[in-house]
């Protein structure tokens, strides 16, 4: 079993950043794939960026590439969301999930995650 924690969001206006982290407990090795999804009202669970824990293949969506940055911290087993020049429209609740050895082609299939965070919402200001 894993549980994940998520922490760091909150309101900021537009063109500022947010940090978001993840704390993964529980059965984790380096096979696991840590994705941060986000659920806008209205909209379907997308996939924001995702990793490997072992490796460093890393997924951005076109959306938040060149702002994001997805990475981890091994030694606190906690994964990172850097977010810059945020945008009205990455309003949201975003979500860490995670699944072991799961293959790059479905990394965002969000159904086949078997972990997942309770949600952090983040609220960008025009």
């Known amino acids: 079993q894993v549980q994940l924690v998520e922490s760091g969001g909150g309101l900021v206006q537009a063109g500022g950043s947010l940090r978001l982290s993840c704390a993964a407990s529980?059965?984790?090795?380096?096979?696991?794939?840590m994705g941060w999804f986000r659920q806008a009202p209205g909209k379907e669970r997308e996939l924001v960026a995702a990793l490997r824990w072992s490796s460093g293949l890393i997924y951005y969506a076109d959306s938040v590439k060149d702002r994001f940055t997805i990475s981890t911290d091994n030694a606190k087993n906690t994964l990172y969301l850097q977010m810059n020049s945020l945008k009205p429209e990455d309003t949201a609740v975003y979500y860490c999930?995670?699944?072991?050895?799961?293959?790059?082609?479905?990394?965002?299939?969000?159904?086949?995650?078997?972990?997942w965070g309770q949600g952090t919402q983040v609220t960008v200001s025009s």
């Open positions: 529980g059965r984790t090795d380096s096979s696991y794939v």
């Open positions: 999930a995670a699944h072991p050895a799961l293959s790059s082609s479905y990394w965002n299939t969000p159904q086949l995650y078997a972990y």
